[in-house]
């Protein structure tokens, strides 16, 4: 950086945990079917590996514009703010990053599909002059499950992700007659996009079975795991049924199963179906280690798309040279300090932060 202003702003990552506080929903997890349906269509080992071994190694972050406290303020038109985009990606690029994972919303969808999608172009054209491919995200059970187009509010201060949303709208998650709504976003998006070598990878459904405890816990319903199953399972195929070019995946995230223990139904669905695996973790290296182990056997390739927890000893310096030695993609959670305020832990929501 060159200016002590950009010294001020840049974060070599700055923000220090991921981005919800993450609890899961057991006795839900208990309710759903023990054998989730496979989605026809999968890549084979050989196709995933084949696509693998063209990309160069994959590593970045989880990136928003330090000027959106979420994701519609990233992508609704009069929010969208190419300028600040393109200055922190090349940020970005300076560190050697190569590759964003970034999050789409069903809303900004509804609202104004066709400007989503000038927008979305605008966005690749960017990143690709930086020489960085985008991971897109659809769904995401995270954070705030009362979503709402329009004007988003300010942050709250000092306070972790006080407006991230939830995609969808927690009354459609509820009422699996309203799930199909979803999928003129699904196919509409990833339509338009299928054979767009900027973009790296689909992610269908960011921690489905999260239940924010620590934050949203009292709006969520009991039975929310089961009720993103199913409309996991639907998107998965109406994304298949796109016809990609580029790979699909679901990420696990919950680790509450053992190498020889039964998986929760969400994570099963999820690895039986994902062309490439995806994980998050915010363990300290030994147990990332042993999760890498369990995830080799499905013997296609593996991606770590949200990581670094520096109390729990997640580091770059302890994590990145594993991946790199192993080729496992790594996207820490954030780049620069911004509206989302994740540079503040989880207990922020608990807690009182001045500074």
């Not at 009069?78 to 985009?85: C, G, H, K, V, W």
């Not at 998050?280 to 949200?306: A, F, Q, T």
Request: glycine share 6%; net charge positive.
């Amino acid at each position: 950086m060159r200016t002590a202003k950009k010294l001020l702003i840049i974060i070599t990552v700055l923000f220090i945990f991921c981005p919800c506080g993450c609890q899961t929903n057991s006795a839900a997890e208990k309710k759903v079917s023990d054998n989730p349906a496979e989605i026809s269509g999968r890549w084979s080992q050989e196709k995933a590996w084949a696509w693998y071994e063209k990309q160069s190694w994959p590593v970045g972050c989880n990136f928003i514009p330090s000027t959106a406290i979420n994701q519609l303020e990233m992508w609704q038109a009069d929010t969208f703010d190419a300028a600040t985009i393109d200055r922190e990606l090349s940020w970005a690029q300076q560190l050697g990053f190569n590759s964003m994972r970034v999050f789409l919303h069903d809303l900004a969808w509804k609202q104004d599909s066709k400007g989503l999608i000038k927008r979305m172009e605008k966005f690749l054209e960017i990143a690709n002059s930086h020489n960085i491919n985008i991971m897109f995200v659809l769904l995401d059970s995270c954070w705030d499950p009362h979503p709402q187009i329009g004007k988003q509010h300010e942050p709250k201060p000092h306070v972790h992700n006080s407006g991230w949303l939830q995609s969808p709208h927690i009354d459609l998650l509820k009422d699996p007659s309203r799930h199909d709504e979803l999928k003129g976003y699904v196919q509409g998006v990833i339509k338009h996009f299928r054979n767009d070598k900027r973009i790296l990878i689909w992610y269908i459904y960011n921690e489905p079975g999260n239940t924010n405890g620590s934050s949203y816990g009292q709006f969520e319903p009991q039975n929310k795991s089961a009720l993103q199953l199913q409309l996991l399972q639907k998107a998965l195929q109406w994304a298949r049924d796109a016809k990609p070019s580029q790979p699909l995946t679901v990420g696990v995230w919950a680790w509450v199963w053992g190498k020889d223990e039964k998986k929760p139904a969400l994570n099963e669905f999820s690895l039986a179906n994902s062309d490439i695996i995806t994980f998050h973790s915010d363990s300290p290296p030994e147990e990332i280690k042993r999760l890498v182990g369990i995830l080799k056997e499905y013997n296609r390739p593996i991606i770590c798309s949200e990581y670094m927890i520096r109390p729990g000893n997640s580091k770059f310096q302890t994590l990145l040279p594993f991946f790199k030695e192993q080729k496992i993609g790594a996207y820490n959670w954030g780049l620069v300090a911004g509206k989302t305020q994740t540079q503040y832990p989880w207990e922020s929501w608990q807690k009182t932060y001045t500074e």
